[in-house]
T-cell receptor
Framework: DTGVSQNPRHKITKRGQNVTFRCDPI?????LYWYRQTLGQGPEFLTY????????KSRLLSDRFSAERPKGSFSTLEIQRTEQGDSAMYLC???????????????FGDGTRLSIL | GQQVMQIPQYQHVQEGEDFTTYCNSS?????IQWYKQRPGGHPVFLIQ?????EVKKQKRLTFQFGEAKKNSSLHITATQTTDVGTYFC????????????FGAGTRLAVHP
C-alpha cells in the first residue's frame, strides 16, 4: 500500500493562469474523490468518480473546474482562469467500495497547496 | 443541501483532562466517519459508525452515533499531547456513494 499520491505538493501561479493537479489513488481503489480545504475549515466536497465515471460534481463548483479519470486509475483536476479565491489545499482521497452505499474509509493524499498571486 | 455542524470550534485542555466534540447533521445519515488531521497533515480515518445508537471505543476514544442517526460525538479520556490535532466528523447520506460532507472540525490543543 503506497498510499494516495498527489502532485505537485505546491503550486504558485498568477491569477488568470490554468493549473492542473494529479492524483494517483491506492491501486485497487475504485472510488476517487476531490476535496478543497481552506484554513480552519473541513474538506469541502468537489467531485468523485467510480472507476472512470464522474458521478457527481458539487453545485458550488464553477465551470472553470474540470476533473477526469480517463482509465479509472489516476485523476486530474484542472482549474482554468484561476482567481484569488481558488487559493486552497486540494485534497484527493480514494476508497474501495462494493455497491452504491458501500461505506468504506477514505484514504487521503497529502494534497496540493495552490497559491494565486 | 446536507449540512454538518460541529462544536466546539476550538478546545484547549490540560494534559489528563477529558475532551468531547459534537457533530450534528441537518439530515439523517447513512453513516458517519471521524477523521483526525494533525497540523500540516492530511485527514486520517479514525472510525465509522453505521447503526443507530452505536458506540465504539478505541483505547481512550469513545465514539457515539445518535438514535436518530443525525448526531454523533467523540470523547477522549485523559488527553495526551499526542491527541493534538483537528477532529472532523463527516456524514454520508443514503444513496450518496459515500460522498462525505465534513464538519468544520474541532481543533484540540493539549498543554502538558
Amino acid at each position: 500500500d503506497t498510499g494516495v499520491s498527489q502532485n505537485p505538493r505546491h503550486k504558485i501561479t498568477k491569477r488568470g493562469q490554468n493549473v492542473t493537479f494529479r492524483c494517483d489513488p491506492i491501486s485497487e481503489h475504485n472510488r476517487l474523490y476531490w476535496y478543497r480545504q481552506t484554513l480552519g475549515q473541513g474538506p469541502e466536497f468537489l467531485t468523485y468518480f467510480q472507476n472512470e465515471a464522474q458521478l457527481e460534481k458539487s453545485r458550488l463548483l464553477s465551470d472553470r473546474f474540470s476533473a477526469e479519470r480517463p482509465k479509472g486509475s489516476f485523476s486530474t483536476l484542472e482549474i482554468q482562469r484561476t482567481e484569488q479565491g481558488d487559493s486552497a489545499m486540494y485534497l484527493c482521497a480514494s476508497s474501495l467500495a462494493v455497491g452504491r452505499d458501500s461505506n468504506q474509509p477514505q484514504h487521503f493524499g497529502d494534497g496540493t497547496r495552490l497559491s494565486i498571486l | 443541501g446536507q449540512q454538518v455542524m460541529q462544536i466546539p470550534q476550538y478546545q484547549h485542555v490540560q494534559e489528563g483532562e477529558d475532551f468531547t466534540t459534537y457533530c450534528n447533521s441537518s439530515t439523517t445519515l447513512s453513516n458517519i466517519q471521524w477523521y483526525k488531521q494533525r497540523p500540516g497533515g492530511h485527514p486520517v480515518f479514525l472510525i465509522q459508525l453505521v447503526k443507530s445508537g452505536e458506540v465504539k471505543k478505541q483505547k481512550r476514544l469513545t465514539f457515539q452515533f445518535g438514535e436518530a442517526k443525525k448526531n454523533s460525538s467523540l470523547h477522549i479520556t485523559a488527553t495526551q499531547t499526542t491527541d493534538v490535532g483537528t477532529y472532523f466528523c463527516a456524514g454520508s447520506e443514503f444513496g450518496g456513494y459515500n460522498k462525505l460532507i465534513f464538519g468544520a472540525g474541532t481543533r484540540l490543543a493539549v498543554h502538558p
